[in-house]
């Protein structure tokens, strides 16, 4: 047998959304970086959207990991289908899509690992990394001997509510004919959270849709996972931490940026982005909000009118990323008749934008954002305190971090429902009012957690180093290696 010399192989593969690709992508090269190589496996639709936007800038056969690969590492990349053409709209048509990720997927992802298995490689795989959204992680790990690694690109925090669905449905917190609406305080880790600051899906009536049957069986499938990585920072959840690598060995690892933080070599933009740093560059430093809710959830025309209305009102500049599909596939025509002529001279609107170029230029004071977990990261990284305005899933409990706990940001709307007047006090209030000064000093604090986190001797810099330990420990052990290189196995 090869033993020790052998090079760990991780298979990567990440949920297909945007907010999953990018820590994958980067933690791809992090692991290279490390000695690993790297299958890394989009599906053909993720891929042929990335290509689709690099080739509007001009690049034609753009391949993710060239600059990576001319820098040595040794990454490779595999697409699989996901059971739809090409043309079929994954956003529109979504929980068509997500049974087609229950039912189709694995079986595709199957016939790659047992290819690349059986193929004449000296370094076969010996680790699959897969999305802890993935409900046949264990299932296709124990087929084929490989070490199962749990990636969750979101807070400790909602990791460990999701771990514990058993615990709040016990208690009458979810799936309970009338929910329980006091305090939760029996969770392992978490103090106290409000039910109001749960996911979205642990507040809805109906808890047998799609997605709830993904969250049902993902959290079964993550306990049988021989690790857990989470793209979050231990001095920031340490409690959380702590409790779940009690029950099976968790690591926070992240932020899991890209070096050098806004000079990335991997474009993994799933869109054409609009380069905004020239308009940026004739603004006064913090004076120009940046409004982006993400790649993923919908909100009400209405909603989009009311912060339409609210950001003219505001009189600040701003730059709002509007996606074409934010409302829907099918509902493109939602900001108000003359909106943009009104604005044109202090107000920027654009389908899409490099993010992290916006959020990290000297310009940008504040950001009104759907608190995803990414931008919630990136913002605290650029010291860019928040307005927030969650839509779905995790950024209801991400805001509760952003504003209870570390008191970064404030709420966009307090009442029960977005009014323009409440928009516009809430910019003037964030990017003139007396509170920025509070927020700032905070978001400072918070940053420099995560700085220290990434240094040499950072509490992520050493996780991430004992769970590469980890992964070679197990990959020997699971292919009957002993740590001298011998076979522990009977022939």
């Known amino acids: 047998m090869a033993g020790n010399s052998r090079k760990p192989h991780a298979i990567m593969i990440p949920y297909p959304y945007q907010g999953h690709i990018n820590p994958f992508v980067h933690l791809a090269i992090k692991l290279a ?43 490779r990349y595999a697409t699989v289908h996901d059971g739809f053409p090409l043309s079929f709209d994954r956003s529109l048509n979504h929980d068509q899509f997500v049974e087609g990720l229950i039912h189709v997927f694995s079986a595709h992802i199957d016939e790659l ?105 993902a959290f079964e499938d993550v306990k049988r996972a021989d690790m857990i990585i989470c793209n979050t920072i231990q001095e920031l959840e340490p409690e959380t931490i702590s409790a779940l690598h009690k029950k099976q060995p968790t690591y926070a690892i992240g932020p899991v940026f890209p070096a050098g933080f806004t000079k990335s070599s991997v474009a993994t933009s799933l869109w054409s982005e609009s380069d905004c740093t020239h308009w940026l560059n004739d603004k006064p430093a913090g004076s120009v909000l940046y409004v982006s809710f993400g790649s993923y959830a919908h909100t009400s025309k209405k909603d989009i009118v009311e912060i339409a209305h609210g950001l003219s009102l505001s009189g600040l500049s701003f730059i709002w990323v509007v996606r074409p599909d934010i409302v829907s596939s099918d509902e493109t025509d939602f900001l108000p008749p003359g909106f943009e002529e009104q604005v044109k001279n202090r107000g920027l609107i654009v389908p899409w934008c490099r993010q992290i170029a916006v959020i990290s230029h000297p310009a940008i004071g504040g950001f009104l954002s759907h608190c995803g977990w990414n931008s919630t990261l990136e913002s605290i990284w650029c010291s860019v305190p928040l307005i927030c305005y969650p839509l779905v899933t995790d950024q209801f409990t991400n805001r509760k971090l952003v504003v209870n706990d570390w008191k970064i940001g404030i709420n966009l709307c307090d009442k029960e429902s977005i009014t323009r007047e409440e928009v516009a006090d809430k910019v003037k209030c964030l990017m003139n009012g ?26 992520s810099a050493r996780n991430f180093d004992e769970f590469v330990e980890n992964i070679q420990a197990q990959s020997r052990k699971k292919a009957g290696i002993t740590a001298n290189g011998h076979s522990s196995l009977v022939h």
């Open 113 to 217: 690992v047992g290819n690349l298995l059986n193929s004449e490689s000296d370094s076969p795989p010996t680790c699959l990394i897969a999305d802890t959204f993935y409900i046949w992680g264990s299932t296709i790990a124990t087929k084929y001997k490989l070490v199962h690694v749990s990636f969750w690109t979101e807070p400790a925090l909602v990791l460990t509510l999701y771990y514990h669905l058993d615990i709040l449905r016990k208690n009458g917190h979810f799936a309970s004919p009338d929910n329980r609406k006091d305090m939760i305080d029996y969770i392992p880790g978490v103090r106290a959270i409000e039910p109001s600051d749960l996911m979205s899906y642990l507040q809805a009536d109906d808890i047998w849709t799609v997605v709830h049957r993904v969250i049902y069986k």
């Open 33 to 75: 970086s490390k000695g690993f190589i790297i299958t890394f496996v989009n599906t053909q639709s993720i891929h042929h959207q990335i290509s689709k936007a690099q080739k509007n800038r001009g690049n034609e056969n753009y391949d993710i990991f060239a600059k990576a690969r001319q820098s040595g590492l040794d990454i």
């Open 434 to 459: 007396y509170i920025m000064d509070g927020l700032r000093a905070s978001i400072n604090e918070v940053r420099k957690k995560l700085e220290n986190a990434l240094s040499a001797e950072g509490s």
